[in-house]
C-alpha cells in the first residue's frame, strides 16, 4: 500500500520517528512511518535513508552530516524531509552520499566529493547539500555506490564508474587512483 514500517537501531534516526541518540530504544517489531506514503522504492544506508514516492519525489531521513538528504542543509533529520528539485526520481539509493537516477536518464548526487565520489571534476572534497547533475551522463537506468564508488547502468546495458578505483573498483584496469569522470570498465559490454 506504499507505506513504510521500520524496526531496529534508531540512535541516528534510522527509525524516521522523531528520535535521536543513544538512548532511543529499538524497535522490536516492525512501527509505521507517520506520513510517509505511496512509496515505490526504499534505500536503507547504515545510517540514513530514501525513500522514492510514486509522484517521483524523493524523502530522506536520520544522519545528513555532509547533505546527503539533499535538502539543503546539513542537519541530522529524525523524520522523513523532501529532497530538493527532485519531482522526477526514477530511483534512488544511498550509502553515505545519495545518488538520483531521473526519469530522463540523468544523474543527481548529493554529500561529499571526496575522492570525487560525486563525479565532480571541480572541487574534490567539496560538500552538496542540493541535487548536483554529474556531468557526462545520459540513458542511466540504475545505480548502485559503496561511499566513495559509483557504478551506473545505462539503458543500452553497458556500465560506467566513478570514484574511488582503489583494489581496482572501477575495472578500469588501475587499482591505485580515483576519477570524476565516468567512464567504463575495461572490455566488458553490455550486461
Known amino acids: 500500500d506504499g507505506t513504510v514500517w521500520l524496526w531496529g537501531s534508531g540512535k541516528k534516526g534510522q527509525l524516521a520517528n522523531g ?8 524497535a522490536k517489531a516492525p512501527t509505521k512511518v507517520d506520513g510517509l506514503t505511496g512509496v515505490k522504492q526504499l534505500s536503507l544506508g547504515d545510517v540514513s535513508s530514501l525513500a522514492r514516492k510514486d509522484d517521483g519525489t524523493v524523502w530522506g531521513w536520520g544522519t ?3 547533505g546527503e538528504l539533499c535538502d539543503g542543509t546539513s542537519e541530522h533529520q529524525t523524520r522523513p524531509v523532501q529532497m530538493k528539485g527532485i519531482a522526477n526520481a526514477a530511483a534512488a539509493v544511498i550509502n553515505y ?12 548526487m548529493c554529500g561529499v566529493n571526496d575522492l570525487n565520489a560525486l563525479g ?19 540513458g542511466v537506468r540504475s545505480a ?5 564508488t559509483t557504478i551506473v547502468q545505462l539503458a543500452d546495458g553497458t556500465l560506467r564508474g566513478w570514484g574511488m578505483g582503489y583494489y581496482g573498483a572501477l575495472g578500469d584496469g588501475h587499482g591505485d587512483q580515483f576519477s570524476a569522470r565516468p567512464h567504463p570498465p575495461t572490455g566488458l559490454g553490455p550486461v
Open 97 to 108: 552520499n545519495s545518488i538520483v537516477v531521473l526519469a530522463d536518464g540523468t544523474v543527481r
Open 144 to 148: 548502485r555506490m559503496n561511499s566513495t
Open 19 to 26: 528520535l535521536w541518540g543513544w538512548q532511543t530504544p529499538c
Open 120 to 138: 565532480d571534476p571541480a572541487e574534490e572534497g567539496k560538500e552538496h547539500l542540493t541535487p548536483y547533475k554529474v556531468p557526462g551522463l545520459t
Open 64 to 66: 545528513n552530516e555532509h
